[in-house]
């Protein structure tokens, strides 16, 4: 597990983030002087994040808390080269982790990168600060799709990362069904030949989609309709991860499963025999945006990062890495006609229209666990 | 230990005997310090953590309810904490089975071989267990290194699943903690007295109650720091449980650990946590009390 391993290191980076932040006075980053910066005229141009300068903080320094695996190294290190920035960045493997961590007080980031339930109950608490999009040129990169969502109405808090789906992925070799929905993975003939997502929620998702019932209703009584057939899928698991689920498929342990779209893109670009499936019921997309926290004291050099990351050369690259579904329209048109064309990576857009975000669904979180938790130990 | 020497230096041993003073505090500040800080400190937090209640994105609220201790004795939970058990015991009875032998042949071997022996022992944790974790995955997967060998040399048609499954899981256990078994015992026998062994010989004992009545006895020290070694840390492991053994079932370190992430319940993870602590606790006591008798 990639995220013992993190947990380990983490203590290292949290002491490394420490001495990070230097004794400089904090200067007064909330409230910048919102010079009408030239940069905006020409965001793509390395020229322009030179002159960027002149909007960044006082302080030259970035503390960055994302997802593992999820933004490239030499997208920080390019960043700094260009600005002088000086970038430090933590990792977090679940959504939770994260708010642990900023709840906790620690670390005062200066960007994290949350899951779109998350961004609407940080919203609802105010703990975001709100996104000046004049120095956020590049916003205009993003597919209207991933623009203005539910979540984050007019996108003030928040700005899309990247998005993805929860999915089918088959290893044709093994299983020669024609695989269609979650309904059909659960088949008996397939026991122990199965890896699922390790996650409560999603699990108890695809139960629901089934079913025909949205995925954010969660009311005890849609838990209860949901049980009898999560006891007859559970057992047939053979494994349960969610940090890296495309293990047991590379060797061979397991045939069939459901797992994140990012994982099933890289299994598809591994062999020919995997097959990626959007199932029947709908599926479930995800968007990760990135955003700012209140207590965030290098606002600008945060809003300087967001806009860089838009930019579509930078994009491109991070897509590269980690083929998920890219909001940045003007990034896809950098991409190799293997990258677009990758079914687990961008679903079409009628697939795309029949997806479910998730909502913050507050205790209910506890229940399902419960649920989930119980069934895995019959 | 200072008895032997007390008619020559008896004023001497009546110093070591006095209460601790100045500079004895001195030296055991950094000890004390730690243990302030790493062990009764975090305990009190994780006790106080496990009244509490969450609510919202992650909010705890300190409202002295016992709710948490009451939901963590139903079934769903103590059924997760028997399979925990469960895995430990097995753990720590295969170790003992394979680790006093070892450890009994390494304190008796030549000193030369015997360090030899005892290194070799120590060599796999220089390495973070979680890389030897992984290459045990390489090596168990039904692509992997043990299913080819076996598949080439014809012993089975076509390869079998063994990653993924409790026997992976207790495999991955006992590779970890056997060291930790061998070491103590090792110690022991290091200690013991040839010349015991062989009055007992002398006196018509039979190789069989020589081993039960004069040797196991005086390792036991050693074979009960052994287990308590092997079968603490066995309980609350989940990274090799869940990397071998597919996370299914769940183990009570993967539940604790889930509560302070996906399940968003913190006071009820600290709860269970406690419930932990009470177990070691409990283990503690037995074999103290063992010794005593």
């Known amino acids: ?378 | 230990m200072t008895g032997s020497d007390r008619p020559a230096s008896s004023q001497a041993a009546a110093v070591f005997q006095r209460r601790p003073g100045l500079l004895a505090w001195l030296v055991l500040t950094p000890l004390l310090a730690w243990l302030i800080l790493f062990v009764i400190v975090p305990t009190i937090m994780l006790v106080l953590l496990s009244l509490g209640e969450q609510k919202g994105l992650g909010t705890v609220y300190f409202t002295f309810t016992l709710k948490n201790y009451v939901r963590a004795l139903d079934w769903t939970w103590l059924k997760v904490l028997v399979i925990s058990v469960g895995y430990a015991v097995v753990t720590t009875g295969i170790c003992m089975v394979i680790g006093f032998p070892a450890a009994y042949f390494i304190g008796r071997s030549s000193e030369p071989l015997r360090n030899v022996l005892i290194t070799l022992v120590m060599i796999p944790l220089w390495t973070s267990f979680l890389i030897r974790t992984y290459a045990w995955i390489t090596i168990l997967s039904k692509d992997g290194i043990l299913n080819a060998f076996l598949v080439s040399a014809r012993i089975i048609p076509e390869p079998i699943g063994i990653l993924y499954t409790p026997f992976a899981a207790v495999l991955g256990l006992v590779y970890n903690f056997l060291p930790f078994m061998i070491l103590p015992i090792y110690t022991s026998v290091e200690r013991l007295d040839s010349a015991v062994i062989e009055a007992a010989y002398d006196l018509g004992a039979s190789p069989l109650r020589a081993f039960s009545q004069v040797i196991i006895p005086l390792t036991q020290p050693g074979i009960v720091a052994g287990a308590l070694l092997v079968f603490v840390p066995s309980i609350a492991m989940f990274a090799i449980t869940n990397l071998m053994g597919g996370g299914d079932p769940p183990t009570i370190g993967d539940v604790i650990y889930k509560q302070f992430t996906s399940g968003r319940n913190q006071p009820f993870g600290a709860a269970l946590g406690c419930l932990l602590l009470l177990i070691f606790f409990f283990s503690l006591w037995m074999t103290r009390r063992q010794r005593a008798e």
């Open chain 1, 1 to 378: 597990m990639k995220e013992i391993a993190r947990r380990v290191v983490l203590p290292f980076f949290a002491v490394l983030a420490f001495f990070g932040c230097e004794k400089t006075p904090a200067p007064p980053g909330a409230t910048p002087p919102a010079s009408p910066s030239p940069a905006a005229a020409s965001p793509a141009s390395p020229a322009a994040s030179r002159s960027g300068e002149s909007t960044s903080d006082a302080e030259k320094a970035l503390h960055i808390f994302c997802w593992s695996e999820y933004i490239p190294q030499q997208i920080v290190d390019a960043f700094s080269a260009d600005t002088g920035i000086k970038v430090s960045m933590e990792t977090y493997s679940s959504n939770e982790e994260m708010l642990a961590k900023l709840f906790a007080g620690g670390g005062n980031y200066d960007i994290i990168q949350p899951s779109e339930y998350v961004i609407e109950g940080l919203i609802k608490e105010s703990l975001l600060t709100p996104i000046d999009h004049a120095s956020i040129p590049n916003m205009k990169n993003l597919a209207p799709e991933f623009t203005n969502m539910s979540f984050d109405p007019g996108n003030k808090y928040s700005v899309p990362y990247m998005a993805g789906s929860v999915g089918i992925i088959v290893n044709t070799e093994v299983v020669q069904d024609d695989i269609k929905s979650y309904n059909d993975v659960f088949q008996e003939k397939f026991a122990k030949n199965i890896v699922v997502l390790d996650d409560a929620r999603e699990i108890v998702s695809w139960g629901l989609e089934s079913l025909g019932i949205p995925v954010n209703e969660v009311s005890d009584e849609n838990l209860a309709k949901v049980k009898p057939l999560l006891e007859k899928w559970l057992p047939l698991v053979k494994v349960f991860d969610s940090d890296s689920p495309k293990t047991a498929l590379l060797n061979g342990d397991v045939a069939l499963g459901v797992v994140w779209a990012g994982e099933g893109a890289i299994l598809l670009n591994e062999d020919e025999k995997f097959k990626w499936i959007v199932p029947a019921e709908g599926g479930h997309l995800f968007v990760d945006s990135l955003a700012i926290p209140k207590t965030a004291k290098h606002v600008k050099n945060a809003e300087l990062f967001i806009n860089y990351v838009l930019r579509p050369d930078v994009s491109a690259k991070i897509s590269e890495a980690f083929p998920y579904l890219n909001p940045n329209l003007a990034a896809r048109e950098l991409l190799t006609p293997a990258q677009r064309n990758n079914p687990a990576s961008f679903p079409t857009a009628d697939q795309l229209a029949n997806m479910q975000t998730f909502k913050d669904i507050g205790e209910q979180a506890t229940k399902i666990d419960e649920l989930v938790t119980s069934l895995k130990a019959q």
